[in-house]
Structure formats: C-alpha cells, structure tokens
C-alpha cells in the first residue's frame, strides 16, 4: 500500500522544518508519486524538498518529473547540485532528458556530467530519434564465455551497482560480438566452477542501433521479455534496452497515432500542460484542410441541385449515406493501422486485405441495404425507385469505403508515411465525395434524374 500525502501536508512539514519526518515519509513511497508532490508547489518549495530527499531517490524522482519541472529545478540548481544529480541517473534517462530541454539547458547538463558520461551520452544522441539507439542504455553486465560461475558474480558485484539492470547478464567474445545471455537465475543455480559458455543461451533475440524503436518495442511483447540487447553494424553489443524503455516508447506512439487518427498534430505534453494556443495550433491545421476538402462534397450536391429539386426526398438521406461511409472506413482503416504497427500487416498483404475486406464489405453492406430498404418502404414512405437508389447506393459507398480505409494506411506506409494519418477525417473525406457521386450517379439510372 502506497503511502499518502497531500502537497499541502509536504508544505506544513517543510514550514515546520520536520525533515527527518519528510525523509521517513519519501522513503516509504515510489519516486513517480514522490514526482506528483512537485506538481504545482511554490518553487521554493519544491527546491527545499529535493535538497531533503536522499540523493539516489531524488535522481530517480527527477526521472519521473515533466519536462517543465526538471527545467525549474535545473534552473536552481547549482553547479555541485547538478553534477549530483547528473552522476546518478542512467545514461539512457539523461538523454531522454536532454532531448526535451533548451539548448542553453542541454549546455550546462553536459557541462556538469563527468567526462565518461559526457562522451556516452554524446554517442547516444548521435542516433536518430526514433531508432533503437535512441533509447537504449550503456550500462549492462558483460561477461567472457571463457569465465567461471564464480569470475561472473565478482563481476556482477563489481559492475552492478551501475547497471541499469542484472536480471540478465550478455556473453561476448574478445572483441565484443554478442554470443550468447545467461540469467542470474542461472548463474545462482550453477556450481562456481561450471564455464559460463556452458550455461549460456546462444539463441538470442538482439535489435540492431537503427532499427525503428516501435517495431523494437513490440519484440517485447512477442518474445515475452524484460531486456534486449542492441547491436551495431558490426554486430557489437553496444547497450540494451529495458521493458520500461519499451513501455515508454509504446505509450508515446499510440498517444501519437490516436491524435493522427483524430486529425490533431501530436504534442508531447499532457492535456492540462498544454496552452489554449498550442491546442489550437495542433488542431486547426487539419481542421483547415478537411474544411477545404469538404467543399469538394458541396460542390457535388450544387452540380445535382436539379436532381435534388425533382426528388426531395434523395436529400434526407445524403447524412445518413456520407456517415456510414465513413464510419465503414475508419473500422476498416483503424483496424488495419492497428495491424501494420503491430507487425500483423505489411504491403505484400495488400491482396488478402482486399479480398478479405471485400467480403467484409459486401455483407455488411447487403445487410444495411436490406435493413434500410424496408424502413424507407415502410417508415419512410418512399417509392420503391428511390428507396432502391439509397440501398444501391448504401452497398456501394459500403464497399468503396472498406477498399479506400483499408488500403490507404498500406500504401502511406511503403511510401513512408505514418499510416495513422490516414484514418477516420481523411478517409471520411474521400468516402463523403465518392459515396455521392455513386448516389447520383444510381438515382440518374433508376429515377432518370
């Protein structure tokens, strides 16, 4: 059970300078709720009480923080204060953290770090963005084949208070190629003279720097695992990356993709840390171009506007067309964007996805027009003709939308665009415009309009 305490206990305590009643309570709680004290506290505060807490559970509080705290409490630190903090992070966090920050910020942090550090996390930052190097950690226990049980646990004594974990331990040869893993369960088990090439697992899933860090975080889910270890070119081992890492990287690209599906330009900040001003400049560039693009549609009813005056009745059911258009693209578009960034899905599928979809499509639609067909004739009221035209109509848009949403995100993809923004407004745009051609169109046939 987590213990509570409110920010307003934090600051009673703080005025009362009952430290040592701060230190027991902060020691008893995780360091993302620790985090949460910082949230919205006078900055004085906020600096006191990071001055109070022990320094190994204050770098891990400084990891969970948002950007804009770590900003304010960096911008109070001095020189000796960061250098602390510097020195006990991770690699892989202070990148992380580096990469969120000003460049007058970023300056001093690297100012501050030891050379060894300095010169890791310079290396790291030279990864792309979104490629497996780009999150991965330098800190990991790396052991020689030739090694008993007991040099490996001297080893892991030695080296593990500086590794980001030792659940797993990696196997290399001289020249450090990556030959084989072996688990501290394994190395506690085994006799101290056993070899460690004797215990060693020689299958091993491994990501190389420049592979994309999504599909890398997936490998954790598929392969079921904790670690992983990160190659060069080389084939190296040059860091791993941990299932926290992966989370991360996991939860960042599905905020992604739902804003891209929403049609709003992904920030990076949570909703309540985002201004009035920064909302409205991620969503009005696409709520631009769909308004622009919608005038397509308008343009479509106005060229038909005697078609419309000759059988009013087509016109009450124009929204209810456009809708299930669209609403029959984005199950098939989200579906399918679902697939692709799990790895279910990739361009050499595109004939089964149509096909599939195609049937998909042709009994939802049948289904809908048949449903649709005795409401118009019974509730409705409407001759056979036009309620003919809107069930023609309804299994054509149908299945149009299902190849549009279902295909567009496979393509986006092999051209190297992010599928996610080929969803819901997108797609509905496109069905909107066809789905009235083709009701005109039908309503010319049948109705000689």
Avoid at 289 to 301: N, P
Avoid at 434 to 442: C, G, R, T
Wanted: with cysteine; charged share 20%; aromatic share 8%.
């Amino acid at each position: 059970m987590a213990t509570k305490i409110t920010k307003k206990d934090i600051i009673t305590l703080i005025d009362g300078k009952k430290y040592k009643d701060i230190i027991e309570t902060v020691n008893r709680m995780h360091p993302f709720d620790i985090a949460a004290l910082f949230e919205d506290i006078p900055e004085k505060y906020a600096l006191l009480l990071f001055r109070i807490i022990p320094k190994d559970l204050a770098a891990d509080t400084f990891v969970e923080m948002d950007t804009e705290q770590q900003e304010l409490l960096i911008g109070s630190f001095s020189d000796t204060e960061l250098q602390e903090v510097v020195n006990e992070l991770y690699v892989d966090d202070i990148v992380d953290i580096l990469e969120e920050m000003p460049a007058n910020v970023v300056k001093r942090i690297l100012r501050n770090a030891n050379p060894h550090i300095r010169n890791t996390i310079n290396e790291l930052l030279k990864y792309p963005q979104n490629s497996a190097g780009s999150i991965m950690t330098t800190e990991f226990i790396s052991l020689r084949s030739t090694m008993t049980i007991s040099d490996a646990i001297n080893q892991i004594r030695k080296k593990g208070l500086d590794s980001e974990t030792i659940d797993t331990c990696y196997v290399t040869d001289n020249v450090n190629h990556l030959i084989g893993i072996v688990t501290i369960k394994t190395i506690i088990l085994s006799d101290d003279s056993v070899k460690i090439s004797d215990v060693m697992d020689e299958n091993v899933v491994f990501v190389n720097t420049n592979d994309d860090r999504e599909s890398v975080a997936n490998l954790f889910l598929k392969y079921d695992l904790t670690v992983l270890p990160v190659v060069d070119t080389e084939s190296r081992l040059v860091g791993i990356i941990t299932v926290d890492d992966a989370l991360d990287v996991l939860q960042e690209e599905t905020t992604e993709d739902i804003e891209k599906m929403a049609a709003i330009t992904p920030t990076h900040k949570p909703y309540l840390k985002n201004s009035v001003f920064e909302i409205w400049k991620s969503r009005i560039p696409w709520l631009l171009f769909l308004m622009i693009s919608a005038t397509f549609t308008g343009m479509i009813i106005t060229r038909f506007e005697s078609a419309l005056r000759t059988y009013v009745a087509l016109t009450a059911y124009i929204p209810m067309l456009m809708d299930t258009g669209g609403n029959a693209g984005s199950q098939s578009s989200v579906t399918i964007i679902r697939g692709i960034s799990l790895g279910e899905v990739d361009f050499f599928d595109t004939l089964r996805v149509i096909w599939k979809e195609s049937r998909v499509a042709f009994m939802c639609g049948i289904t809908l027009a048949i449903v649709n067909f005795i409401k118009l004739l019974i509730l409705d009221n409407v001759g056979v003709y036009v309620a003919a035209v809107v069930s023609f109509t309804l299994v054509l848009t149908v299945l149009i939308a299902k190849f549009v949403g279902s295909t567009l995100p496979i393509f986006a993809k092999k051209a190297g665009f992010d599928p996610a923004v080929m969803a819901s407004p997108f797609i509905t745009t496109i069905v909107d415009a066809l789905s009235l051609l083709i009701y005109f169109k039908a309503a010319g046939l049948l109705l000689g309009v």
